[in-house]
């Protein structure tokens, strides 16, 4: 009889040493339910969305073909280096869609695995539907990321400060490999191990690297630039990961591990949202740093393979490492042009738009709205009232008329770049709140459908561009555990 479902998969972490998985079934749930289905994304994997129920994506049911297992992997969490690995996820298999792409089939919340370490394997409604969200809207502004198939609750309470539903989410990735699984090559598997793991990543993400004269070193560069294109694009969006960790930076540039992120409202570099962040590690302004060390991270587990002298290796990764500002600051300031409605090159436009930028700090002016009122040109946003921003706007004006392309163009360019809405943390907290306690996914749904377009600058977005009373109390995020 024919699988309507449409499985089609593949196990090829499993051609990895045994040091990198064990295999781990889901834990079966009592009463799973579906709350939230990505069609989208069901049909481009090949999945039938009429078929793939409540069982398959808590785990209760594994599809055929599947054979699941946990990943081990390390990280630096805050700077400290630890043994983690999937504490509370499996991984079913990697789909093969009808156009031939690989992506893993993820359960997040799926039970406890080798790697738990003492926690419970298992996630809540709350924390996997606002992961199903910021990856949803991210993909939506267009930066590479993981997505979300579906969230499922699973009748069971699990507890943290409070008694929560428990829920299943399913993540899917180009592939889940991380900074942190080459550090766990590198510390606790042998040379072979990493070599391994590095052709297999080659394989997966950078095939053209096969054939490199140094396949490894190809490796490295190539992470660095799709990282510092990523960084790049959270800047312009003012996104803040929350949880740089090794662990939750992937080989393939994809974002991953929607914790405690959460978009910047008024422009401060300084901002964080995370409780745990204290010391701001992790603020807006401090990610392009930090991806910068992260990858050096990155580049010290590659350094048996880089080279077969030491000394040889050595030098390769630091000049590899050293190339990530550059290239970092090439694409935000690509980046700002674009916001700028900017087409060509000109030496001022890094201090044209710093200049921007120190006003917007100055007058704690929204990032998002902002921009958006620079590309609708509204002359009653707050900020550009102010003395300060006329000479500013005097500067651009004529820096944007040297150009050849028209003003519609540059203004086309803009409307592109900048975002009319992003998921702001007061509408996803109300789309979660009323999700969660009230059980009314409808909130939820208008705001995702919102955000599938941020760049349409329609008239459904107009109530959302609103960005919170400036009194409300300091906005703070947990990690989803
Ligand atoms: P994260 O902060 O989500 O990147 O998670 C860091 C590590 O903790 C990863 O190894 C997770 O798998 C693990 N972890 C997080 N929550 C749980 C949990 N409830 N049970 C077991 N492991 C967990
Ligand atoms: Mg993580």
């Known amino acids: 009889m024919e699988k309507k479902t449409c499985w089609n998969l593949e196990n090829s972490y499993r051609s990895l040493p045994g040091v990198f998985f064990t295999s781990q079934n889901p834990e079966p749930v009592h009463a799973p339910e579906l709350i939230v289905l990505n069609e989208?994304?069901?049909?481009?994997l090949g999945l039938d969305v009429k078929e793939?129920?409540?069982?398959?994506?808590?785990?209760?049911?594994?599809?055929e073909g599947a054979a699941p297992l946990a990943q081990a992997y390390a990280g630096h969490q805050f700077g400290h280096f630890n043994m983690l690995g999937d504490g509370r996820a499996v991984l079913i298999g990697e789909q093969i869609t009808p156009g031939g792409e690989r992506y893993d089939i993820q359960l997040k919340g799926g039970g406890r695995t080798p790697y738990s370490r003492g926690g419970d394997g298992r996630a809540g409604l709350g924390?996997?539907?606002?992961?199903?969200m910021i990856s949803e809207a991210i993909y939506g502004l267009e930066i590479p990321t993981t997505r979300s198939l579906a969230v499922v609750t699973t009748g069971e309470s699990i507890y943290r400060e409070t008694k929560q539903q428990g829920a299943i989410m399913t993540r899917v990735a180009t592939s889940h490999i991380r900074v942190g699984t080459f550090q766990f090559a590198s510390r606790f598997g042998e040379v072979d191990d990493l070599r391994a793991l590095a052709d297999y990543a080659l394989r997966r993400h950078y095939p053209d690297g096969l054939d490199a004269p140094n396949p490894y070193l190809f490796l490295l560069q190539e992470v660095i630039?799709?990282?510092?294109?990523?960084?790049?694009?959270?800047?312009?969006?003012?996104?803040?990961?929350?949880?740089?960790?090794?662990?939750?930076?992937?080989?393939?540039g994809e974002t991953i591990d929607y914790g405690p992120c959460a978009f910047m409202d008024a422009y401060d570099p300084k901002t964080v949202f995370s409780s745990i962040d204290t010391g701001g590690r992790y603020a807006y302004g401090n990610q392009p740093a930090i991806a910068g060390w992260n990858l050096a991270r990155f580049a010290e587990s590659l350094l048996p393979i880089l080279h077969d002298e030491q000394e040889e290796s050595l030098k390769l990764a630091q000049e590899a490492v050293m190339e990530f500002p550059n290239l970092y600051e090439g694409h935000w300031i690509d980046g700002m042009r674009s916001k700028l409605g900017l087409?060509?090159?000109e030496e001022g436009d890094r201090a044209l738009a710093e200049e921007l930028l120190n006003l917007m700090e100055e007058n704690q002016s929204d990032f998002t709205n902002t921009f958006r009122s620079l590309t609708l040109d509204n002359a009653d946003y707050a900020l550009f009232k102010t003395p300060g921003f006329s000479a500013w706007k005097e500067k651009w004006e004529i820096r944007r008329n040297r150009q050849?392309?028209?003003?519609?163009?540059?203004?086309r360019l803009m409307q592109n770049s900048n975002p009319s809405v992003i998921p702001r943390n007061h509408r996803v907290e109300e789309a979660l709140q009323s999700a969660v306690d009230q059980e009314d996914p409808g909130m939820m749904e208008r705001l995702l459908a919102v955000l599938k377009n941020p760049y349409a600058y329609s008239s459904e977005q107009e109530e959302y561009y609103i960005h919170p009373n400036p009194s409300?109390?300091?906005?703070?995020?947990?990690?989803?555990t």
């Open 472 to 480: 409300s109390r300091p906005y703070r995020t947990f990690c989803g």
């Open 404 to 411: 050849g392309e028209s003003m519609e163009a540059s203004q």
């Open 343 to 345: 087409f060509n090159d």
């Open 127 to 132: 924390p996997m539907l606002r992961e199903y």
């Open 40 to 44: 989208q994304v069901a049909e481009s």
């Open 225 to 252: 630039k799709r990282q510092a294109a990523l960084i790049a694009k959270w800047q312009m969006v003012g996104f803040i990961h929350g949880v740089m960790n090794t662990d939750n930076m992937t080989i393939s």
């Open 52 to 63: 793939l129920g409540a069982g398959f994506l808590s785990g209760n049911v594994v599809p």
